[in-house]
């Protein structure tokens, strides 16, 4: 028996050195066959690895996402994943066919690498090597450009070019972009044609938008301004915006107006006004006053951020706290030339958290703007700035909607006028559809001075009124909270172009984010 061992074992070893053992890697068997060519029958997998980490170094300056992708093909059976399966079925050819019809989204298809892919494509189709060890270059390039590709094609069509909140000013939504793990699932993808058809933006408006961006660029000279409008909203309709609630209510900025949604039909639109422009040179200004740390030289900037929240409370007769801005910039100069102005506009000033009884007595250049100790209230009231509500919800830059005593700049036709709350043209009627019930409804509408719809409640409704205007007994207005329903979302949006009944309304860039935004996105167009 060991005699037997001793002469198999030598005999086993030389047929192992020679191959006869060795079995055709899946992309071999896949190509010979497709091609009936039998040099694919001799791929060898161990130099075809050193062939593909040797592109794959020398690719890196023109891969997307090249720590992804090289941690991806770490794995050394994913090296041909794309090529063994989309190739032959003709997917790999669908994924070209994106990338060179990528302009109806507005990129500039040379974004993508198609070129490269192209031109990989038709190396290995032509079908002209000697030897198989010719062919690994061209596969190695063409699962690389076709990985790179793909990534950079869900990337931008289905989430964007661009990040916004890295080149935005005062954007506050948190916009969904894709993670190793999600790009890992998109190069593992099964179906290619599936993936690549479940990418494309799919609303009526992102249709319509491209719809009219390929119109205008027939003529693109004449259409400059209005295509960068649509590629730039195309963007921003291309974001993933998560907690976007069914029902919400989305201020959009440029068009000064608010709309009520509810499973997308519409339940009620009106006018607002939102924060004034950012002083011109803003930037440059601000470096100024980094030197001088003088209010003189502080520049405005009021603008209503975009933001993303949920109602969560109605203040009725509400308290405005005048932030220490508008103290400092507005009140403090109002109160020196009219010793008579806070009482006569209702504001109450503290020191130190204490109440200062008399207002008219104090001595304003005594104090340095700058250095303001005081803190400021406006009491509830018909003259309040907020008016009779204000909607509140959770956000860092204390921005909430509100009705205002100044009914008259709702006829403006440019409403970018506040120091960045937005103020609601039809406060009641918003606070009915925000309140739960007819019930609450009535008590809000009693706390105004306005009757009930519930005519049995007229009593109740007498005996506030009485309660207020009783001399003996003299009658504070106070703020009073009421609860809103549960999870309508408030987005405050800015949108220069959208689609309205299949055609595309334009507006100006009240803000220049479309400015900013075309600026750092231009480069793929």
Request: charged share 25%; glycine share 4%; with cysteine.
């Amino acid at each position: 028996m060991k005699k037997a061992l001793t002469l198999i074992l030598p005999v086993c070893l030389f047929l192992s050195s020679c191959n006869w053992f060795k079995t055709t890697p899946e992309v071999g068997v896949i190509l010979s066959e497709h091609f009936k060519n039998k040099i694919y029958k001799d791929f060898d997998t161990a130099a075809y690895n050193v062939v593909f980490n040797r592109h794959l170094d020398s690719l890196q300056s023109k891969l997307s996402n090249p720590k992804v992708i090289g941690n991806f093909y770490a794995d050394k059976d994913r090296r041909n994943l794309l090529v063994t399966r989309f190739y032959i079925n003709g997917e790999l050819d669908t994924l070209k066919n994106y990338l060179e019809n990528s302009n109806i989204h507005g990129y500039n298809p040379e974004v993508f690498r198609y070129k490269e892919l192209e031109k990989t494509l038709s190396a290995l189709s032509a079908n002209q090597f000697k030897s198989v060890s010719e062919a690994y270059p061209v596969l190695a390039d063409l699962e690389l450009y076709a990985a790179s590709a793909l990534l950079k094609y869900d990337t931008f069509v289905g989430y964007g070019s661009v990040n916004p909140k890295k080149v935005l000013n005062r954007y506050y939504v948190t916009t969904t972009r894709p993670d190793s793990a999600a790009m890992n699932k998109v190069l593992e993808t099964k179906s290619l044609t599936k993936l690549l058809k479940d990418i494309q933006p799919a609303s009526e408006n992102y249709k319509v938008l491209q719809h009219t961006l390929a119109v205008l660029k027939k003529d693109p000279s004449r259409n400059a301004v209005a295509i960068k409008a649509v590629e730039v909203n195309m963007e921003r309709a291309r974001w993933k915006i998560p907690g976007l609630s069914s029902e919400y209510v989305e201020v959009n900025i440029p068009d000064f107006s608010l709309t009520w949604f509810k499973e997308q039909d519409t339940v009620t639109h009106m006018k607002v006004c939102v924060g004034a422009r950012r002083e011109k040179a803003y930037e440059e200004k601000l470096k100024t006053y980094a030197k001088t740390h003088s209010l003189d030289d502080k520049p405005k900037n009021h603008q209503t951020p975009v933001l993303l929240s949920k109602f969560s409370a109605i203040e009725v007769n509400p308290v405005w706290n005048i932030p220490v801005s508008i103290a400092k910039n507005e009140i403090y100069n109002q109160a020196r030339r009219d010793p008579y102005y806070l009482s006569n506009n209702n504001m109450k000033v503290y020191y130190k958290g204490k109440l200062v009884n008399d207002t008219d007595t104090i001595q304003w250049e005594k104090y340095s703007r700058d250095h303001l100790p005081f803190q400021f209230k406006q009491g509830s009231g018909s003259g309040n700035a907020l008016g009779k509500f204000k909607f509140m919800f959770d956000n860092g830059a204390s921005i909430y909607l509100h009705d205002t005593n100044n009914k008259s700049a709702f006829g403006l036709a440019s409403r970018a006028i506040s120091h960045g709350c937005v103020r609601v043209e039809k406060p009641l009627e918003f606070a009915q559809k925000m309140v739960n019930g007819n019930a609450e409804y009535d008590q809000l509408r009693m706390e105004v001075n306005l009757p009930p719809v519930d005519t049995t409640k007229m009593g109740i409704y007498r005996k506030k009124l009485a309660k207020k205007a009783d001399t003996l007994n003299v009658f504070q207005l106070k703020p009073k909270w009421f609860g809103t329903r549960k999870n309508i979302s408030v987005f405050i949006n800015y949108k220069t172009a959208w689609a309205e009944n299949g055609r595309v309304e334009y507006r100006n860039d009240v803000y220049g984010l479309d400015d900013a935004l075309y600026a750092a996105m231009k480069k793929y167009l």
